[in-house]
């Protein structure tokens, strides 16, 4: 009962909207009894005894067991809606004009009368749309274009170029997320607080590009420090013919290890998400990197880094060797172009006998790339597979026979159907 | 490939009897030959010993029937003591290879005379349509 | 070859009696081309010869940038990683000698052979067998290591004839049981249907046109012969020889103008471009195939002596004195060419005073700068 009383009271002292026109009698009874008749009247039911945060909360609320398992999460959950929006004082059920309140009271010149109007049989839909239309869960959608990796989450999005520097601006610079994730550390004072990290990498596509970490206490922040900490460590690297990297190499940093190979113009990156990434900002179009180890991100990022750096040109090769540094394209039928020649050329007598000279040998320091062993497909080792196959060898030249003849008659058709005729054809005539 | 291939993955007994046949592939309404040589007495389902050629029985575009002979084979298996099947003695004696098959002359002898009959027919028709 | 140049004036449309006594309409819209193949007297002895097989290939022009193009109808389907090799100066040498050999490979010539004869040969007569089948029967022996043309291919007619085939159905049956990569049973519609080849005659893709009659065709068929001569004629009437140098495809060209005594306009354009040379080359493969050259003997001469110099790709802009000398010799011979034996003797000795006077200027030049870097 106490608990009524106290709602009662609750209710008196924040009036709500749909209780201003029904002012409750028997509270002013006592110094306003000019306009009230003296029945009273109990407009108490269970939807106006409580205020509506309280019976939202009835409604929305899980147990305390329940939210332990996981209730009232995700798109099932019941959301709390604001029922006074798309209703104007004046307006309801039936639709009356009140001047002065819904309507002017003088228009042009004659003074309006209050007046019953032709009710909207369509009202009461519209707001049950625009009830539902709060409710409803609505995801952040991104175009295919803008997306990164995966759905809206940051990494591989694009966060524009950096900040200006005084007067210098990045033109045709962008800046990819590489990463963004939250730091929990435990304070003494404050328990556990939260900051986010992101990495990043800014190139203008054109062999300068540079990666930045930044932290703070929000992610946005983070970003714009990352960012703004890349277009200041800008690096310039050389790209071969416009299209990949001078030469293989092998990288590493901690257990990250990365075998990145040169390939030909159309290959296409090949590699991580991250490395895709970064040769995108810096020019390279085809590539291939295998990663072995360690696949911490920060670690591939400055190991791809460091690899880049460390490339050599052909001429440093060349003087390396103190050989000539002899290009075979198989579209050129292996026709030897000299790419490097050094100052001083070694003959056959003064090569050791022990030295390296196979070119990838050499420039990967002998290490090799592991290749696994390819296991067939999953179906080839099936015995349907085996039938399949036998069933096929009947048929195995039938499309590139249907195709011909398809050239020559522009149909599906032999010399001898003039002759015998198909049995449609017969139908048809 | 699934199938054993037409030529050389037969079993091979040196001292039993080989045979030079036509094997019939193809599917239906669609007849084509192999010619090859196989073990004697043995169904024409199993591999053969080998492939020595084949043999198109429907005429292409141009009115020709396609035949085509591994003539060193054929030699080699004749050497072997091979018994050539008539059909297959038949094209070979068309190519010069052989005499004339006996068969072929037969063959040659009954058409000629079912189309001299053919013609005497028509020409009967002929008078006696022209008479009525 | 005055026919040619009756034809090449021909704007309307025109009926013309051709060699065959036979009248043939040519429509203007398409250059009046009349093909000729080589059915007269054989030009293999003379074409094979190594004295012509040499001017030939000179008169080519080799340039690797060009033999080694990257090309869309090579045996690499796609891009390769390039490779590399660290060497050392001999073996960079022995590299090169590969690549000259290769080079030699890519621009290997088509023959240039006689129209060869139709196959008639009845190997037996048989009248017993008439009525045997009303289809015929053709037998290819398949044996190993047979070469296509000396294959034994032989045919059973229905009225019992035992013969050889002749070259068409040999070709199709070859190509049936021994295909080529490339080469249709069916005569593709570019060379089937005149209207195709002439809209890539416009479009100057000359070189395709060759290298797919090459595929298609053996050198000696009536049809190769045609498709090539009015290839070649459609070249020299628009004076496109660039788009086949480097190519294989250039020395049966000139071969094909020499034979028929239509090579002005390419002795022209050679004298236009300044490669009095390969003029002079031209000359003395003039006078290797026909003979009828007033100073043949002088041309001869100096043609062996230009064929010891490198391959002039581009204009060098310093001349030496024996450079000088040679060049000179060479516009003397021309010279006395152009007066004798030339149809085009205004157009040549034109250009080649317009050459005399821009090398008068290229001599000073170098001359001048010689003196002032002393070292005369």
């Not at chain 1, 009356?96 to 049989?121: C, F, H, N, T, Y």
């Not at chain 2, 030699?75 to 004339?100: C, N, Q």
């Not at chain 3, 004036?9 to 043939?24: A, D, F, G, P, Y």
């Not at chain 3, 004798?340 to 080649?352: D, E, F, H, V």
Request: some cysteine; aromatic content about 8%.
């Amino acid at each position: 009962m106490a608990s009524k009383i106290l709602a009662i009271r609750n209710v008196v002292n924040k009036p709500l909207n749909f209780f201003v026109n029904k002012i409750p009698q028997y509270q002013t009874t006592g110094y306003n009894l000019k306009n009230i008749s003296t029945t009273t009247i109990a407009c108490l039911n269970f939807f106006n005894k409580l205020p509506a945060e309280k019976l939202w909360k009835s409604v929305t609320s899980v147990s305390n067991a329940g939210a332990k398992k996981g209730r009232g999460k995700g798109a099932g959950r019941i959301r709390i809606r604001d029922l006074n929006r798309g209703q104007i004082i004046g307006t309801g059920k039936i639709n009356m004009l009140w001047p002065g309140l819904s309507a002017p009271v003088i228009r042009g010149r004659e003074l309006l009368k209050q007046q019953r109007l032709p009710d909207d049989p369509e009202r009461m839909e519209k707001l049950i749309k625009l009830r539902d239309s709060m409710t409803r869960f609505r995801r952040l959608r991104l175009s295919p274009i803008e997306r990164g990796w995966s759905g809206s989450r940051m990494p591989g999005r694009s966060i524009g170029a950096p900040d200006p520097v005084g007067d210098e601006e990045f033109t045709g610079f962008d800046t990819k997320v590489l990463q963004l994730r939250p730091l929990l550390i435990m304070k003494g004072s404050l328990g556990r607080t939260r900051n986010y990290q992101a990495m990043v990498v800014t190139g203008n596509g054109q062999g300068l590009a540079g990666f930045g970490i930044g932290k703070a206490k929000e992610a946005p922040a983070a970003l714009r420090k990352a960012k703004n900490r890349a277009g200041k460590k800008l690096m310039n690297f050389d790209i071969y013919n416009g299209h990949t990297v001078f030469h293989d190499f092998f990288t590493a940093f901690g257990k990250t290890k990365i075998y990145v190979q040169k390939k030909n113009e159309g290959h296409g990156l090949k590699c991580h998400r991250a490395i895709k990434e970064i040769c995108q900002a810096i020019g390279i179009k085809d590539l291939r990197a295998k990663l072995e180890g360690s696949n911490n991100l920060q670690h591939i990022v400055k190991a791809f880094f460091v690899g880049l750096l460390q490339q050599r040109t052909h001429q440093q090769l060349a003087e390396e060797k103190k050989l000539h540094l002899v290009e075979f394209r198989a579209e050129n039928e292996h026709y030897p172009i000299v790419v490097a020649s050094p100052s001083v050329v070694r003959t056959k007598e003064e090569i050791p006998k022990d030295e390296t000279l196979d070119f990838n040998q050499y420039i990967m320091n002998d290490r090799v790339i592991f290749r696994r062993k390819k296991f067939p497909r999953f179906y080839e080792t099936m015995p349907h597979y085996e039938i399949f196959l036998k069933k096929y060898e009947k048929f195995r030249n039938h499309e590139k026979i249907r195709l011909n003849l398809k050239v020559e008659y522009g149909e599906i058709k032999s010399f001898l159907t003039d002759k015998y005729p198909e049995p449609k054809e017969e139908k048809e005539t | 490939m699934p199938l054993p291939p037409a030529s050389g993955t037969g079993r091979y007994f040196a001292k039993a009897a080989k045979s030079i046949r036509l094997l019939r592939h193809g599917c239906t309404n669609r007849p084509f030959f192999h010619i090859s040589v196989t073990q004697r007495r043995r169904p024409n389902s199993l591999p053969v010993i080998e492939q020595l050629g084949s043999y198109d029985p429907m005429p292409n575009m141009d009115n020709e029937k396609l035949v085509a002979l591994n003539l060193e084979r054929i030699k080699y298996w004749l050497g072997h003591g091979a018994h050539v099947t008539p059909p297959v003695a038949e094209l070979l004696g068309l190519a010069g290879f052989f005499p004339i098959h006996p068969r072929s002359y037969m063959t040659a002898w009954r058409n000629r005379a079912t189309e001299r009959e053919n013609l005497a027919k028509e020409a009967e028709k002929a008078a006696e349509d022209k008479d009525a | 070859m005055s026919l040619l140049k009756l034809l090449k004036n021909n704007t309307r449309n025109v009926l013309i009696k051709c060699n065959e006594s036979q009248l043939i309409f040519i429509s203007s819209r398409k250059l009046s081309i009349v093909p000729s193949s080589y059915d007269g007297e054989n030009p293999a002895p003379k074409f094979f010869s190594s004295g012509i097989q040499i001017l030939l290939k000179r008169l080519t022009r080799p340039d690797y940038a060009k033999v080694f193009r990257k090309r869309s109808n090579s045996n690499a389907p796609m891009l390769e990683t390039p490779q590399y090799k660290f060497l050392t100066d001999e073996e960079l040498q022995i590299e090169k000698e590969k690549a000259n050999q290769s080079a030699d490979r890519l621009l290997q010539m088509p023959p240039v052979v006689k129209v060869h004869e139709p196959i008639n040969d009845v190997l037996s007569k048989d009248p017993a067998l008439v009525g045997f089948d009303s289809a015929k029967y053709l037998f290819t022996d398949i044996s190993f290591g047979v070469a296509n043309e000396h294959r034994l291919i032989v045919e059973r007619d229905p009225d019992g004839i035992l013969r050889s085939c002749d070259h068409d159905v040999r070709k199709r049956l070859n190509q049936i049981y021994f295909p080529m990569l490339g080469r249709k049973i069916r005569e593709p519609l570019i060379f089937a249907d005149d209207e195709k080849l002439h809209s890539l005659l416009d479009r100057q893709k000359y070189e395709y046109v060759l290298d797919r009659a090459c595929v298609q065709y053996e050198p000696d068929e009536p049809k190769f012969q045609k498709v090539t001569s009015i290839t070649y004629q459609h070249i020299d009437t628009n004076m496109q020889y660039d788009l086949l140098r480097s190519t294989r495809h250039f020395g049966p060209l000139a071969f094909y103008l020499t034979w028929h005594k239509c090579m002005d306009s390419l002795m022209f354009e050679l004298v236009q471009t300044g490669a009095i040379r390969e003029a002079v080359l031209l000359m003395s493969l003039r006078h290797a195939v026909h003979g009828d050259l007033k100073n043949g003997a002088d041309s001869d001469a100096l043609g062996k002596q230009v064929l010891t110099t490198p391959v002039q790709l581009s204009k060098s802009e310093y001349l030496t004195e024996e450079d000088i000398q040679l060049d000179n010799k060479c516009i003397e011979c021309l010279d006395a060419y152009i007066v004798n034996n030339s149809t085009m003797k205004s157009q040549q000795g034109l250009a080649l005073q317009g050459f005399r006077e821009y090398y008068q200027q290229m001599v000073e030049l170098s001359r001048g700068l010689k003196k002032a870097h002393g070292t005369a």
